[in-house]
T-cell receptor, first 116, second 112 residues
């Protein structure tokens, strides 16, 4: 079974530029998550999709971050304009459902963003 | 408010020793407590998980101990090996949701 795919793996941009990350979840997984992992910290949930609907985006900085999940499969996360503090690894994860505790989340390798 | 607090931040253990990582949580509604292992350049991978109706769960060399009254749980790695060197994250999730709150991570270094 293929895992969660993410691209690009690395991205370096100047502040105030825009950037987009792509995620392809495990086939058949209804729920998709985007996390931000700052160096030395645990992952922090940015947004959670159930199929193509948003379940939770309470910690997404909506003035600069946006995300969509077209047709309930692939997803893109965009930052515009980027700030220095956005330097982090952006992790995508997916799970079969989100309706009950214990549904394992499977993580992709992440995209390491450096904002100069 | 940090929902899950993890300690220590880093840990050095000799090969064959026991590694112990501790986590404490605030929300008594949490009902699922997974541990994730993350190697450099990789995403976190589920290692072992426990529900609050049991006090201990063991899978191979990995054991979770759970203390519901103290709102604490810990990961024990028996016979630690250099290949166990990684960053470990505890997490907790709310009842009927799948929103994980992660600890800050523990970087484990097992010396040969």
């Amino acid at each position: 079974e293929a895992g969660v795919a993410q691209s690009p793996r690395y991205k370096i941009i100047e502040k105030r530029q825009s950037v987009a990350f792509w995620c392809n979840p495990i086939s058949g997984h209804a729920t998709l998550y985007w996390y931000q992992q700052i160096l030395g910290q645990g992952p922090k949930l940015l947004i959670q999709f159930q199929n193509n609907g948003v379940v939770d985006d309470s910690q997404l900085p909506k003035d600069r971050f946006s995300a969509e999940r077209l047709k309930g499969v692939d997803s893109t996360l965009k930052i515009q304009p980027a700030k220095l503090e956005d330097s982090a690894v952006y992790l995508c994860a997916s799970s079969f459902t989100s309706g009950g505790a214990g549904d394992a989340q499977y993580f992709g390798p992440g995209t390491r963003l450096t904002v100069l | 408010q940090q929902q899950v607090k993890q300690s220590p931040q880093s840990l050095i253990v000799q090969k064959g020793g026991i590694s112990i990582i501790n986590c404490a949580y605030e929300n008594t509604a949490f009902d699922y407590f997974p541990w994730y292992q993350q190697f450099p350049g990789k995403g976190p991978a589920l290692l072992i998980a426990i529900r609050p109706d049991v006090s201990e769960k063991k899978e191979g060399r990995f054991t979770i101990s759970f203390n519901k009254s103290a709102k604490q749980f810990s990961l024990h790695i028996m016979d630690s090996q250099p290949g166990d060197s990684a960053t470990y994250f505890c997490a907790a999730t709310l009842l009927n949701f799948n929103k994980f709150y992660f600890g800050s991570g523990t970087k484990l270094n097992v010396k040969p």
